[in-house]
């Protein structure tokens, strides 16, 4: 879906799984988004460093994780300015491979509408590996027609 294809409230139904996909996150993308964010804990790009803090692996930034989930919705929506509010808890770390990164499955489905606000609240799972990595990850959406 492209900008200017906004999806509509009267659209919406709850308990509708609105978008799914897949998303490989690789050790090139922890640097670029170090380099666009300033985290540069090594933790996220140096594997010496997160065997000595006694982490399985380079992780994922878990602002990187939650702002993916959060893309997985704008895009199916057309409208990232109709977001209100984001939230979600870290649960899990996100292990990312050297070889192969790591595949977060991300589906969002309808929560909750207010027809009187015209708003719709959209829970979101990220998954990988079937182990959910983040917890009570929500958004809010404002519709104006």
Known sequence: M???TARRFD?????AIIAKTELTVTRNDLVRYAGASG???PIHYDDAVAAGEGLPG??????LTAALAL???TEWLGDPTAVVSYE?????PVVVDPMHGAVLSVSAKVGHLDEAERTARIDITVSVDDRRVLGRT???LAFSS
């Open 2 to 4: 492209t900008l200017g």
């Open 58 to 63: 380079v992780l994922c930034q878990g602002m």
């Open 138 to 140: 929500q958004v809010r």
């Open 88 to 92: 979600t808890r870290f649960t899990r």
């Open 39 to 41: 985290d540069f804990n």
């Open 71 to 73: 893309q997985t919705v």
């Open 11 to 15: 659209e919406l139904e709850a308990g």
